[in-house]
């Protein structure tokens, strides 16, 4: 079985100032974050700007990073498209580039659409058609649908359908999900900001985008919990929660890839119509990080 436990870092896609996809850089990125005893990584996520590539760039995105990421680091793809046939073709992709998961983020362009039903029967399709694990995404913030807990246990019920990501950040649905769904089904916080809650009721991990600028202070959450020393786990949870904030819904991809650039790894540029952080944004960002570095002698 695939065993999520740990923490992921939703990688970024590196651009050149062309905005054009550089191989190199995330190869760098990849194998700088393998220094620290993360479980594995995710390609082509929200942070991933996965929205901004095409099919064709998603298929190097892929290809280049298992080319980097060590066997014993999980690799997971995010395949979600707005098409079942389109999820579909990603997701066979992610199998032949060697992903062990693909994290699949639900249509949304045709809200008043996508109903209990009809989201059922789209990952039921995927999960069907894939020789990997599949793993249901839950972003409301992004795509304006917050799956609820019975249609999430609904599609749960596929034999290949393995765990939920989850950045609405609901502990009560969450918990909901973990004493209601199948055996072995496995939930992972998709923010830091609730890595702890998640965690104490039976989250196993998290995917985290802080985790690619703070990867020692999110292992060090976790390993604090499951070491059951939990007042020290909260303290360091609540000393994170501004930073996290900081580089996903207040200043997002572009202020994570500032901070990047700033730690010598790589953050380049997000593709338009994502701007450049402001020099205000990158001096809050670089201010907090220096102070959580500070305060955790990083």
Request: hydrophobic share 45%.
């Amino acid at each position: 079985m695939l065993k999520l436990n740990g923490i992921f870092p939703p990688v970024t896609t590196p651009f050149d100032k062309s905005e054009e996809f550089k191989p190199d850089a995330l190869h760098q990125n990849l194998q700088q974050l393998a220094r620290y005893p993360l479980a594995g990584f995710l390609l082509l996520g929200s942070n991933g700007e996965a929205a901004m590539l095409s099919q064709k760039e998603k298929f190097s995105v892929l290809h280049t990073a298992r080319e980097a990421v060590l066997p014993d680091k999980l690799m997971l793809a995010g395949t979600g498209c707005e098409s079942t046939r389109e999820t579909i073709i990603l997701t066979k992709e992610a199998a032949r580039a060697g992903a062990d998961a693909a994290v699949v983020l639900n249509p949304s362009f045709y809200k008043s659409q996508m109903d209990a039903e009809t989201l059922r029967a789209h990952y039921h399709s995927v999960a069907d058609a894939s020789t990997i694990p599949i793993i249901i995404y839950n972003m409301p913030q992004n795509t304006g649908i917050d799956l609820s807990a019975e249609t999430i246990l609904n599609i749960a019920r596929h034999d290949n359908i393995v765990g939920l990501k989850d950045s609405g950040g609901d502990i009560q649905k969450l918990q909901n999900i973990v004493s209601n769904s199948k055996q072995n089904f496995q939930v992972l916080a998709g923010s830091a900001g609730f890595l702890l809650p998640a965690l104490q009721i039976g989250a196993v991990g998290g995917i985290l985008a802080l985790a690619n600028i703070a990867p020692q202070v999110c292992l060090k959450i976790y390993n604090l919990f499951v070491e059951n020393r939990l007042d020290d786990a909260f303290v360091l949870q609540q000393e994170i929660v501004e930073l996290n904030i900081s580089v996903t819904r207040k200043w997002g991809v572009p202020a994570l890839k500032a901070a990047l650039d700033y730690l010598g790894m790589y953050g380049g540029v997000s593709r338009k119509p994502l701007l450049k952080a402001s020099e205000d944004a990158i001096g809050t960002v670089i201010m907090l990080l220096e102070k959580l570095q500070k305060e955790q002698q990083i």
